[in-house]
Nanobody, 123 residues
Framework: QVHLVESGGGLVQAGGSLRLSCAAS?????IAWFRQAPGLEREFIAA????????YYADSVKGRFTISTDNAKNMVYLQMNSLKPEDTAAYYC???????????????????WGQGTRVTVSS
C-alpha cells in the first residue's frame, strides 16, 4: 500500500511556474503525475522510475515540466514552467509497484492515487 498526498496547486498567470509535491508513504517502482480537466479524460503528464530515475513525459509538457524525486524524504515533485491556460486541471500523483514500462502512460496501470491538487492558469 502506498499513500500519496499532493500539494502545491494554485492560481498562476500564463507563463508562470508552479511546483507540485507528492508525499509518498513509501517508495514505489513508478510514480507518475496525471491531470484531468473538467469533461476530459485523465491525461498522463510524467513518470519516474524511482530506482533508476528514468523519466517519461507527455509530448504536451516535454521541455516545460520536470519530474524528480527526493529519496531521503520520499517526495516526488513536478516542476511546471511556462504554464499555459490549457494546463489548467486537477493534478494527481499515482504510484505502482508492478506495472511494466509499456504501461507507464496508462492510468489504469496505477493502483495508488492521491486526492489531487488543482492548478489554474489564467490568460
Amino acid at each position: 500500500q502506498v499513500h500519496l498526498v499532493e500539494s502545491g496547486g494554485g492560481l498562476v498567470q500564463a507563463g508562470g511556474s508552479l511546483r507540485l509535491s507528492c508525499a509518498a508513504s513509501r517508495r514505489a517502482s513508478y510514480i507518475a503525475w496525471f491531470r484531468q480537466a473538467p469533461g476530459l479524460e485523465r491525461e498522463f503528464i510524467a513518470a519516474i522510475k524511482w530506482s533508476s530515475r528514468n523519466t517519461y513525459y507527455a509530448d504536451s509538457v516535454k521541455g516545460r515540466f520536470t519530474i524528480s524525486t527526493d529519496n531521503a524524504k520520499n517526495m516526488v515533485y513536478l516542476q511546471m514552467n511556462s504554464l499555459k491556460p490549457e494546463d489548467t486541471a486537477a493534478y494527481y500523483c499515482a504510484a505502482d509497484n508492478t506495472l511494466i514500462l509499456s504501461s507507464v502512460r496508462d492510468s489504469r496501470a496505477y493502483d495508488y492515487w492521491g486526492q489531487g491538487t488543482r492548478v489554474t492558469v489564467s490568460s
